[in-house]
T-cell receptor, first 113, second 110 residues
Framework: DTGVSQNPRHKITKRGQNVTFRCDPI?????LYWYRQTLGQGPEFLTY????????KSRLLSDRFSAERPKGSFSTLEIQRTEQGDSAMYLC???????????FGPGTRLTVL | AQSVTQPDIHITVSEGASLELRCNYS??????LFWYVQSPGQGLQLLLK??????LVQGIKGFEAEFKRSQSSFNLRKPSVHWSDAAEYFC????????FGAGTRLTVKP
């Protein structure tokens, strides 16, 4: 399967712990995006990369959140000192370039107890 | 600031009936507009998109949408709904930092 993959699919953690999610985009895609989706809402943009460069970050991305794409391929999203309010589905998407269709992965569902 | 409003949280239609899902947007320039569908446990799938040109856009699965600049709308339509269309539908505006609406949940009655 050559779609966007995300791991893990589910993560349960205790408040205060750190978590890291991984996204593998479609191989030839230059752009990679992270979104957060809470129950009953649409996805909210967090950040995006052009190759390895992080070009934009939403105000939603507090200093507890960090994203990397070190080699311009896969990306990681780390949340430090998790809070219950971080419980959500974290979606990754990739696209060829600006304005191209974004292909979404299945998401990582985070539950913070 | 760009934003999207989907006024209908939940819509129920009978199988075979026509469907229209509403979307209104706020955007400073000519918008890139999208409709995505999300089924339970599935990722978001693009139904169609509008960048420029013909304001009536055809998508996959028999869906179409019409861009109306004067009304700041991009409503999604389908002439005959199938039971498999039951899902959550999201309208989105923008390009890199896409803004999504809150979604409309579609239920299809047999």
């Amino acid at each position: 399967d050559t779609g966007v993959s995300q791991n893990p699919r589910h993560k349960i953690t205790k408040r205060g712990q750190n978590v890291t999610f991984r996204c593998d985009p479609i191989s030839e895609h230059n752009r990679l995006y992270w979104y957060r989706q809470t129950l009953g809402q649409g996805p909210e943009f967090l950040t995006y990369f052009q190759n390895e460069a992080q070009l934009e970050k939403s105000r939603l991305l507090s200093d507890r959140f960090s994203a990397e794409r070190p080699k311009g391929s896969f990306s990681t999203l780390e949340i430090q000192r998790t809070e219950q309010g971080d419980s959500a589905m974290y979606l990754c998407a990739s696209s060829l370039d600006n304005g191209s269709e974004q292909f979404f992965g299945p998401g990582t569902r985070l539950t913070v107890l | 600031a760009q934003s999207v409003t989907q006024p209908d949280i939940h819509i129920t239609v009978s199988e075979g009936a026509s469907l229209e899902l509403r979307c209104n947007y706020s955007y400073g320039a000519t918008p890139y507009l999208f409709w995505y569908v999300q089924s339970p446990g599935q990722g978001l799938q693009l139904l169609l998109k509008y960048f420029s040109g013909d304001t009536l856009v055809q998508g996959i699965k028999g869906f179409e949408a019409e861009f109306k600049r004067s009304q700041s709308s991009f409503n999604l339509r389908k002439p005959s709904v199938h039971w498999s269309d039951a899902a959550e539908y999201f309208c989105a505006v923008g390009d890199n930092d896409m803004r999504f609406g809150a979604g409309t949940r579609l239920t299809v009655k047999p």
